[in-house]
Protein backbone atom coordinates (compact mmCIF):
# COMPACT_ATOMS: atom_id res chain seq x y z
CA UNK A 1 0.00 0.00 0.00
CA UNK A 2 0.94 3.86 -0.78
CA UNK A 3 1.36 5.51 2.07
CA UNK A 4 -1.23 8.59 2.27
CA UNK A 5 -1.26 11.88 4.74
CA UNK A 6 -4.63 12.56 4.51
CA UNK A 7 -5.71 16.07 5.28
CA UNK A 8 -8.91 17.11 6.77
CA UNK A 9 -10.68 20.62 6.73
CA UNK A 10 -12.60 20.70 9.20
CA UNK A 11 -12.13 19.91 12.87
CA UNK A 12 -15.33 18.61 14.30
CA UNK A 13 -16.94 15.19 15.72
CA UNK A 14 -16.80 14.18 11.63
CA UNK A 15 -13.09 14.69 11.49
CA UNK A 16 -11.96 13.01 15.06
CA UNK A 17 -14.07 9.81 13.80
CA UNK A 18 -12.48 9.84 10.14
CA UNK A 19 -9.07 10.83 11.81
CA UNK A 20 -9.84 7.51 14.15
CA UNK A 21 -11.02 5.49 10.87
CA UNK A 22 -7.72 6.56 9.36
CA UNK A 23 -5.55 5.42 11.44
CA UNK A 24 -7.19 1.82 12.01
CA UNK A 25 -5.85 1.18 8.46
CA UNK A 26 -2.29 3.48 9.06
CA UNK A 27 -3.20 6.44 7.24
CA UNK A 28 -2.01 9.29 8.50
CA UNK A 29 -4.16 12.78 8.90
CA UNK A 30 -4.06 16.17 9.33
CA UNK A 31 -6.61 18.48 9.98
CA UNK A 32 -6.96 22.15 9.43
CA UNK A 33 -9.85 24.26 11.06
CA UNK A 34 -10.18 27.65 12.49
CA UNK A 35 -11.27 26.75 15.56
CA UNK A 36 -8.40 26.61 18.14
CA UNK A 37 -10.16 23.94 20.47
CA UNK A 38 -10.98 22.01 18.00
CA UNK A 39 -11.31 18.08 18.90
CA UNK A 40 -10.61 16.14 15.77
CA UNK A 41 -6.83 17.36 17.10
CA UNK A 42 -7.09 14.72 19.81
CA UNK A 43 -7.54 12.13 16.87
CA UNK A 44 -5.29 13.30 14.45
CA UNK A 45 -1.27 13.26 13.87
CA UNK A 46 -1.03 16.98 12.96
CA UNK A 47 -3.30 19.97 13.36
CA UNK A 48 -3.14 23.10 11.75
CA UNK A 49 -4.81 26.39 13.01
CA UNK A 50 -6.24 29.26 10.80
CA UNK A 51 -9.15 31.08 9.19
CA UNK A 52 -9.73 28.92 6.20
CA UNK A 53 -8.68 32.13 3.91
CA UNK A 54 -5.68 32.63 5.33
CA UNK A 55 -3.44 31.92 2.25
CA UNK A 56 -0.46 31.06 4.53
CA UNK A 57 -2.14 28.77 6.58
CA UNK A 58 -3.69 26.93 3.69
CA UNK A 59 -0.06 26.47 2.45
CA UNK A 60 1.13 25.08 6.05
CA UNK A 61 -1.65 22.60 5.63
CA UNK A 62 -1.08 21.89 2.07
CA UNK A 63 2.81 21.35 2.84
CA UNK A 64 2.00 18.41 5.52
CA UNK A 65 -0.58 16.40 2.80
CA UNK A 66 -0.43 14.45 0.12
CA UNK A 67 -3.99 14.14 -0.42
CA UNK A 68 -7.26 16.25 1.16
CA UNK A 69 -11.17 15.85 1.94
CA UNK A 70 -13.49 17.71 4.18
CA UNK A 71 -15.86 17.37 7.09
CA UNK A 72 -18.22 19.58 6.23
CA UNK A 73 -19.71 21.51 3.24
CA UNK A 74 -19.88 24.85 4.14
CA UNK A 75 -16.31 25.76 3.53
CA UNK A 76 -15.42 28.16 1.19
CA UNK A 77 -15.58 27.01 -2.53
CA UNK A 78 -12.55 29.30 -2.94
CA UNK A 79 -10.49 27.52 -0.24
CA UNK A 80 -11.21 24.11 -1.58
CA UNK A 81 -10.32 25.62 -5.05
CA UNK A 82 -6.98 26.54 -4.72
CA UNK A 83 -6.19 23.83 -2.42
CA UNK A 84 -7.01 21.40 -5.54
CA UNK A 85 -4.57 22.96 -7.55
CA UNK A 86 -1.60 21.56 -5.24
CA UNK A 87 -3.41 18.90 -3.63
CA UNK A 88 -6.15 16.87 -5.17
CA UNK A 89 -9.54 17.36 -2.86
CA UNK A 90 -11.72 14.90 -3.04
CA UNK A 91 -14.73 15.07 -3.16
CA UNK A 92 -14.39 17.83 -5.76
CA UNK A 93 -14.80 21.14 -5.15
CA UNK A 94 -17.26 22.08 -7.88
CA UNK A 95 -19.47 19.72 -5.73
CA UNK A 96 -19.86 21.78 -3.26
CA UNK A 97 -20.54 25.26 -5.29
CA UNK A 98 -23.86 22.74 -5.93
CA UNK A 99 -24.46 21.86 -2.62
CA UNK A 100 -23.89 24.62 -0.71
CA UNK A 101 -27.52 26.08 -2.00
CA UNK A 102 -30.37 24.82 -1.15
CA UNK A 103 -31.86 26.32 -4.22
CA UNK A 104 -29.22 24.37 -6.60
CA UNK A 105 -29.36 21.68 -4.79
CA UNK A 106 -32.90 21.36 -4.99
CA UNK A 107 -32.37 22.50 -8.84
CA UNK A 108 -30.32 19.50 -9.88
CA UNK A 109 -31.87 16.68 -7.65
CA UNK A 110 -34.82 17.92 -9.93
CA UNK A 111 -32.78 17.53 -13.13
CA UNK A 112 -32.37 13.93 -11.75
CA UNK A 113 -36.10 13.49 -12.17
CA UNK A 114 -35.95 12.71 -8.16
CA UNK A 115 -39.27 14.08 -6.38
CA UNK A 116 -38.37 17.18 -3.85
CA UNK A 117 -41.30 19.14 -1.82
CA UNK A 118 -42.54 22.39 -3.58
CA UNK A 119 -39.83 24.93 -2.83
CA UNK A 120 -38.99 28.58 -4.49
CA UNK A 121 -36.56 31.58 -3.88
CA UNK A 122 -36.78 34.04 -2.36
CA UNK A 123 -35.49 37.63 -2.70
CA UNK A 124 -37.97 40.33 -1.81
CA UNK A 125 -40.63 40.99 0.46
CA UNK A 126 -43.06 41.26 -2.82
CA UNK A 127 -41.92 37.76 -3.28
CA UNK A 128 -42.39 36.40 0.33
CA UNK A 129 -45.68 37.74 0.96
CA UNK A 130 -46.80 36.31 -2.58
CA UNK A 131 -45.84 32.77 -1.37
CA UNK A 132 -49.51 31.92 0.22
CA UNK A 133 -49.62 28.22 -1.30
CA UNK A 134 -46.40 27.34 0.52
CA UNK A 135 -47.88 27.61 4.26
CA UNK A 136 -47.64 25.52 5.71
CA UNK A 137 -43.99 25.81 5.44
CA UNK A 138 -40.17 26.61 6.10
CA UNK A 139 -38.70 29.78 5.19
CA UNK A 140 -34.27 28.61 5.02
CA UNK A 141 -31.07 30.83 4.10
CA UNK A 142 -30.03 29.29 0.56
CA UNK A 143 -26.20 29.07 1.97
CA UNK A 144 -24.83 27.94 5.50
CA UNK A 145 -27.55 26.78 8.03
CA UNK A 146 -27.79 23.25 9.47
CA UNK A 147 -29.31 21.60 12.55
CA UNK A 148 -31.90 24.34 12.04
CA UNK A 149 -29.93 27.26 12.10
CA UNK A 150 -31.35 29.69 9.57
CA UNK A 151 -34.38 28.38 9.19
CA UNK A 152 -38.15 29.61 10.58
CA UNK A 153 -41.04 27.45 10.12
CA UNK A 154 -44.01 29.27 8.65
CA UNK A 155 -47.47 27.78 9.94
CA UNK A 156 -49.88 30.41 8.93
CA UNK A 157 -50.48 33.60 7.02
CA UNK A 158 -50.13 35.55 9.77
CA UNK A 159 -46.62 34.44 10.14
CA UNK A 160 -46.07 34.89 6.58
CA UNK A 161 -47.15 38.00 6.77
CA UNK A 162 -45.19 38.98 10.17
CA UNK A 163 -41.73 37.53 9.36
CA UNK A 164 -38.67 39.93 8.81
CA UNK A 165 -36.02 38.47 6.89
CA UNK A 166 -32.14 40.51 5.87
CA UNK A 167 -32.51 40.30 2.00
CA UNK A 168 -28.28 40.80 2.38
CA UNK A 169 -29.40 36.93 2.42
CA UNK A 170 -31.00 34.45 -0.01
CA UNK A 171 -33.42 32.64 1.22
CA UNK A 172 -35.66 29.69 -0.01
CA UNK A 173 -39.32 28.38 1.05
CA UNK A 174 -40.50 24.77 0.88
CA UNK A 175 -43.79 23.20 1.59
CA UNK A 176 -44.41 20.92 4.24
CA UNK A 177 -45.68 17.42 3.26
CA UNK A 178 -47.41 15.39 5.09
CA UNK A 179 -44.86 13.37 6.88
CA UNK A 180 -44.53 9.56 7.95
CA UNK A 181 -40.63 9.20 8.59
CA UNK A 182 -37.84 10.44 7.40
CA UNK A 183 -35.02 7.59 6.28
CA UNK A 184 -31.41 8.73 5.05
CA UNK A 185 -29.15 6.82 2.74
CA UNK A 186 -25.51 6.62 2.75
CA UNK A 187 -23.34 5.60 0.11
CA UNK A 188 -19.93 5.50 -0.23
CA UNK A 189 -18.87 5.93 -4.21
CA UNK A 190 -15.37 4.53 -5.32
CA UNK A 191 -15.71 5.30 -9.22
CA UNK A 192 -17.67 4.92 -12.29
CA UNK A 193 -20.31 2.38 -10.52
CA UNK A 194 -18.16 1.18 -8.09
CA UNK A 195 -20.09 1.48 -4.64
CA UNK A 196 -20.69 0.47 -0.93
CA UNK A 197 -24.34 1.17 0.36
CA UNK A 198 -26.02 0.97 3.75
CA UNK A 199 -29.33 0.17 4.19
CA UNK A 200 -32.03 3.41 4.81
CA UNK A 201 -31.62 4.45 8.32
CA UNK A 202 -34.75 6.03 9.68
CA UNK A 203 -34.65 8.80 11.98
CA UNK A 204 -36.06 11.26 14.25
CA UNK A 205 -35.69 14.88 14.38
CA UNK A 206 -36.40 17.31 17.54
CA UNK A 207 -36.40 20.82 17.20
CA UNK A 208 -34.82 20.40 13.80
CA UNK A 209 -31.65 18.30 14.96
CA UNK A 210 -31.20 14.54 14.86
CA UNK A 211 -32.34 12.88 17.90
CA UNK A 212 -32.09 9.29 16.99
CA UNK A 213 -31.74 6.76 14.07
CA UNK A 214 -31.60 3.31 13.94
CA UNK A 215 -31.90 0.08 11.30
CA UNK A 216 -33.44 -1.56 9.68
CA UNK A 217 -35.87 1.12 8.98
CA UNK A 218 -39.40 0.45 8.93
CA UNK A 219 -40.25 1.04 5.19
CA UNK A 220 -41.76 -0.43 2.57
CA UNK A 221 -39.61 -3.18 0.29
CA UNK A 222 -40.25 -0.61 -2.94
CA UNK A 223 -38.92 2.78 -0.51
CA UNK A 224 -35.65 0.32 0.52
CA UNK A 225 -34.64 -0.16 -3.22
CA UNK A 226 -35.83 3.05 -4.80
CA UNK A 227 -34.06 5.36 -1.95
CA UNK A 228 -30.94 3.14 -2.51
CA UNK A 229 -31.54 3.61 -6.14
CA UNK A 230 -31.82 7.39 -5.80
CA UNK A 231 -28.55 7.88 -3.68
CA UNK A 232 -26.46 5.73 -6.18
CA UNK A 233 -27.97 7.75 -8.99
CA UNK A 234 -26.92 10.81 -7.45
CA UNK A 235 -23.38 9.85 -6.49
CA UNK A 236 -22.75 8.70 -9.63
CA UNK A 237 -24.10 12.28 -11.28
CA UNK A 238 -21.93 13.99 -9.46
CA UNK A 239 -19.19 11.87 -10.09
CA UNK A 240 -18.54 11.61 -6.37
CA UNK A 241 -16.07 10.10 -4.65
CA UNK A 242 -15.99 9.08 -0.81
CA UNK A 243 -18.90 9.21 1.22
CA UNK A 244 -22.54 10.73 0.73
CA UNK A 245 -25.49 11.03 2.60
CA UNK A 246 -28.94 11.48 1.04
CA UNK A 247 -31.78 12.58 3.42
CA UNK A 248 -35.55 11.82 2.36
CA UNK A 249 -38.80 12.11 3.34
CA UNK A 250 -41.32 9.32 3.18
CA UNK A 251 -45.51 11.16 3.28
CA UNK A 252 -48.18 9.40 4.55
CA UNK A 253 -49.24 8.07 1.08
CA UNK A 254 -45.50 6.40 1.08
CA UNK A 255 -44.28 9.11 -1.71
CA UNK A 256 -40.31 9.73 -1.52
CA UNK A 257 -38.76 12.74 -1.51
CA UNK A 258 -35.21 13.50 -1.84
CA UNK A 259 -34.69 16.67 0.96
CA UNK A 260 -30.97 17.28 0.84
CA UNK A 261 -28.06 16.24 0.29
CA UNK A 262 -24.74 15.73 2.39
CA UNK A 263 -21.39 15.75 0.40
CA UNK A 264 -19.91 13.93 3.20
CA UNK A 265 -20.08 11.49 5.96
CA UNK A 266 -22.94 11.98 8.30
CA UNK A 267 -25.24 12.27 11.93
CA UNK A 268 -27.02 9.47 10.95
CA UNK A 269 -24.15 6.83 9.93
CA UNK A 270 -22.51 7.26 13.18
CA UNK A 271 -23.72 3.86 14.01
CA UNK A 272 -22.04 2.18 11.49
CA UNK A 273 -19.06 2.37 13.43
CA UNK A 274 -20.32 -0.70 15.61
CA UNK A 275 -23.03 -2.33 13.05
CA UNK A 276 -20.64 -2.99 10.59
CA UNK A 277 -17.41 -4.35 9.51
CA UNK A 278 -16.58 -1.09 7.83
CA UNK A 279 -17.90 2.19 8.60
CA UNK A 280 -18.93 4.84 6.83
CA UNK A 281 -15.80 7.10 7.74
CA UNK A 282 -13.08 4.08 6.84
CA UNK A 283 -15.36 3.61 3.52
CA UNK A 284 -14.66 7.33 2.85
CA UNK A 285 -11.29 7.23 4.13
CA UNK A 286 -10.15 3.78 1.58
CA UNK A 287 -11.91 5.88 -1.39
CA UNK A 288 -10.84 9.30 -1.53
CA UNK A 289 -7.14 7.93 -0.58
CA UNK A 290 -7.44 4.95 -3.83
CA UNK A 291 -7.51 2.07 -1.39
CA UNK A 292 -9.02 -1.15 -2.45
CA UNK A 293 -12.72 -1.83 -1.70
CA UNK A 294 -13.99 -4.24 0.40
CA UNK A 295 -17.33 -5.84 0.78
CA UNK A 296 -19.18 -3.85 3.47
CA UNK A 297 -21.83 -6.21 5.60
CA UNK A 298 -23.90 -5.31 8.23
CA UNK A 299 -22.87 -7.34 12.02
CA UNK A 300 -25.80 -5.95 13.85
CA UNK A 301 -29.33 -3.77 14.03
CA UNK A 302 -28.78 -0.55 15.82
CA UNK A 303 -29.97 2.59 17.27
CA UNK A 304 -27.91 5.64 17.76
CA UNK A 305 -28.90 8.30 20.10
CA UNK A 306 -27.61 11.56 19.90
CA UNK A 307 -26.39 13.68 23.08
CA UNK A 308 -27.53 17.11 22.90
CA UNK A 309 -25.68 19.80 25.10
CA UNK A 310 -26.47 18.52 28.78
CA UNK A 311 -27.11 15.00 27.86
CA UNK A 312 -23.80 13.99 27.79
CA UNK A 313 -23.32 14.58 31.51
CA UNK A 314 -25.72 11.88 32.02
CA UNK A 315 -23.63 9.73 30.41
CA UNK A 316 -20.16 10.55 31.22
CA UNK A 317 -20.83 8.13 34.55
CA UNK A 318 -23.04 6.10 33.47
CA UNK A 319 -21.64 2.27 33.34
CA UNK A 320 -22.78 0.69 30.14
CA UNK A 321 -23.66 -3.06 28.74
CA UNK A 322 -21.75 -4.97 26.05
CA UNK A 323 -24.04 -3.90 23.50
CA UNK A 324 -23.76 -0.27 24.25
CA UNK A 325 -21.01 2.17 22.55
CA UNK A 326 -20.70 5.95 24.13
CA UNK A 327 -18.74 8.37 22.10
CA UNK A 328 -17.72 11.78 23.94
CA UNK A 329 -16.77 14.09 21.37
CA UNK A 330 -14.38 15.87 23.68
CA UNK A 331 -15.76 19.70 23.31
CA UNK A 332 -14.16 22.47 25.44
CA UNK A 333 -17.76 23.94 25.97
CA UNK A 334 -21.26 22.49 26.58
CA UNK A 335 -23.60 24.33 24.96
CA UNK A 336 -27.74 24.33 24.08
CA UNK A 337 -28.88 22.08 21.18
CA UNK A 338 -24.66 21.41 20.75
CA UNK A 339 -23.86 17.82 19.84
CA UNK A 340 -21.70 16.65 22.68
CA UNK A 341 -21.48 12.90 22.11
CA UNK A 342 -23.93 9.92 20.86
CA UNK A 343 -24.46 6.41 22.43
CA UNK A 344 -24.77 3.57 19.80
CA UNK A 345 -26.93 0.36 20.82
CA UNK A 346 -26.58 -2.87 19.29
CA UNK A 347 -29.27 -5.53 19.06
CA UNK A 348 -27.45 -8.77 19.56
Given at each position: ???C ?71 P ?15 K ?13 K ?10 T ?8 K ?106 H ?24 V ?25 H ?64
Open positions: MVKTLGIIGGGQLGSMLASAAKKINIETVIFSDDQNAPAQKFSDNFVFGKYNDEDKINEFVEKVDMVTFEFENIFETLNKINEVKKVLPPSINKIIQHRLYEDFINKCNFRTLYDSIKNDELKSKTNFVPGIIKTSTFGYDGKGQYKINSMKELEEINLDYNKEYIIEKFINLKKEISVIVTRFGNQKYEIYEPIENVHDDQILKNSKIPAEISDEILKKSKNWAKIAEELDFIGTLCVEYFVDKKDNLFNEIAPRVHNSGHLTINSHNISQFENIRAVCGLKRKETKKLFDAKMINLIGNDILIYKDKKFSDNEFFFDYLKKEIKPKRKMGHLTILKK
